[in-house]
């Protein structure tokens, strides 16, 4: 009886590539149901923010005067031409949520990148100038973490005075010393290993230390920081849009269109509960997301 050859031929033979980090990092986040689930809820969000203009069935500005607070349309009293009802003042509320959308993840954004980048250098430079530069940046923001956020927030936004662009400010500048104390704490724990020794006595810069060697080594924090700063921002904006601060009516935001809706909360109670329902559903589906990033990107942290 003929013996069957079972050595393996060429094609068989292939190379396993491995997995490089960023999917092994998928991998684990994938496990992760209720992070699976935020994600696709903030990616839906996203979207319907960017498409607001083509989503929108209304202008969010018109006002249409005969139908005043009318309810939605599974309500008694709702009509198809308006989804979910309209506020005070007869603007279509789907269509005010849709370009609020727009605004406020938008000052969320912005706000968590002025404050990620400069935080991100003035911790890596408190970090290799640890004699004289460290104690200045870090006092300094010692000083900044005495105010709360939000109080921080509402003394710049009176210096500066309320508006889009100075909400920004104002929120990136409270958030400024969460990421400079990370991205410190996180380079000084890079700065001693062997493979920054080596580059050092390579012959490489400070600089390229700093932005080349040691902060790739520390975006995972980072990455996670500014996920959770993100949802913060959304929150301080609105916080900061319902006490009139923030950004300014006619301009739909979910803060602003709480503030409007204070007086009608006993006969309309949708104007006042959608906006806040967007906001719930927003920070929650972040949060949610952050917290799948802290334990993909860094598996000693995660939960038993």
Not at 262 to 270: C, E, H, I, T, V
């Amino acid at each position: 009886m003929p013996t069957q050859d079972l050595t393996p031929s060429p094609a068989d033979a292939r190379p396993v590539r491995s997995r490089g980090p960023l999917r092994l990092a998928w991998d684990r986040f994938a496990t992760q149901r209720g992070a699976l689930a935020a994600l696709l809820v903030f990616v839906l969000m996203a979207l319907a923010a960017l498409l607001a203009p083509w989503l929108a069935p209304h202008d969010p500005l018109q006002q249409y005067r005969d139908h005043l607070l009318q309810p939605p349309v599974w309500m008694d009293g709702g009509s198809a031409r308006f989804l979910l009802g309209t506020d005070e003042l007869g603007r279509d509320l789907l269509s005010r949520l849709l370009h609020g959308a727009r605004v406020s993840l938008g000052l969320g954004l912005a706000s968590v990148v002025l404050a990620l980048v400069p935080g991100i250098a003035l911790g890596l430079l408190a970090a290799f100038h640890e004699r004289w530069l460290s104690p200045l940046v870090m006092r300094s923001m010692d000083v900044l973490l005495a105010l709360p956020g939000l109080l921080l927030a509402i003394c710049v936004i009176t210096i500066l005075g309320p508006g889009l662009t100075n909400t920004v400010i104002a929120i990136a500048i409270g958030a400024l010393p969460g990421s400079t104390r990370l991205a410190r704490a996180a380079a000084l724990a890079e700065k001693s290993r062997d493979y920054v020794q080596a580059a050092r006595a390579a012959g490489a810069s400070t600089a390229h230390l700093m932005f080349r060697t040691v902060l790739p080594n520390c975006a995972a924090p980072l990455i996670v920081q500014a996920t959770l700063a993100f949802s913060s921002a959304i929150l301080e904006a609105a916080g900061l849009g319902f006490l009139g601060l923030g950004v300014q009516a006619p301009t739909p935001e979910w803060g602003s269109m709480l503030a409007s809706a204070r007086d009608a909360l006993q006969r309309a109670p949708w104007v006042l509960s959608l906006p806040g329902l967007a906001i719930l559903v927003t920070v929650l589906s972040v949060n949610l997301v952050g917290d799948g990033l802290r334990d993909a990107l860094d598996p000693k942290l995660r939960r038993a």
